[in-house]
């Protein structure tokens, strides 16, 4: 499968923690987005990378989130310090021009 | 600012019936249109996309949609709903940022069920 994947697929943490994602891109996709979506709303820009430089940071994106590209191949996610709100469902996506294409996320739930 | 609205959280369909999706959109500059769809836990699919050219475009699963640029509208339409079609459909826009896109910005979604 050639596809966008993310692991773990669900994680479940006390608030507190540090959780970390994984985000594998199409490979010869160079550019990378992370975004974030909560129930019954749409998917939320966190930001994105094109090679290894982080272009572009939403405000979502606060101090506890830090995400990296380090060899413009895959990406991490981390969270710091989770807290309840950050429970969500995390979608990385990828592209090379054009349409963005989605992996199948990884689902955060805070307790 | 740039934003997406989709009037309609929910619409139920009788399996056969037609379909009409709506998609509002508020964008600075010339916008790029998609729709995605979403199953329960899963990733966002691609439907079908608008970058230029023809505003009714063809995608996959027998969906279209037309972009009306004087409504700031993408709305989508299949002629004859499946009970596979179940699921929640997303709109999104984003803008050309040298020869790819940027972030995309996304409507809160339509979930549409289907009645056998």
């Known amino acids: 499968d050639t596809g966008v994947s993310q692991d773990p697929r669900h994680k479940i943490t006390k608030r507190g923690q540090n959780v970390t994602f994984r985000c594998d891109p199409i490979?010869?996709?160079?550019?990378l987005y992370w975004y974030r979506q909560t129930l019954g709303q749409g998917p939320e820009f966190l930001t994105y990378?094109?090679?290894?430089?982080?272009?572009?940071k939403s405000r979502l994106l606060s101090d506890r989130f830090s995400a990296e590209r380090p060899k413009g191949s895959f990406s991490t996610l981390e969270i710091q310090r989770t807290e309840q709100g950050d429970s969500a469902m995390y979608l990385c996506a990828s592209s090379l021009r054009g349409e963005q294409f989605f992996g199948p996320g990884t689902r955060l739930t805070v307790l | 600012a740039q934003s997406v609205t989709q009037p309609d959280i929910h619409i139920t369909v009788s399996e056969g019936a037609s379909l009409e999706l709506r998609c509002n959109y508020s964008y600075g500059a010339t916008p790029y249109l998609f729709w995605y769809v979403q199953s329960p836990g899963q990733g966002l699919q691609l439907l079908l996309k608008y970058f230029s050219g023809d505003t009714l475009v063809q995608g996959i699963k027998g969906f279209e949609a037309e972009f009306k640029r004087s409504q700031s509208s993408f709305n989508l339409r299949k002629p004859s709903v499946h009970w596979s079609d179940a699921a929640e459909y997303f709109c999104a826009v984003g803008a050309d940022r040298g020869s790819t896109l940027g972030r995309l910005y996304f409507g809160r979604g339509t979930q549409l069920t289907v009645w056998p």
């Open positions: 990378f094109q090679n290894e430089a982080q272009l572009e």
């Open positions: 490979s010869e996709h160079n550019r």
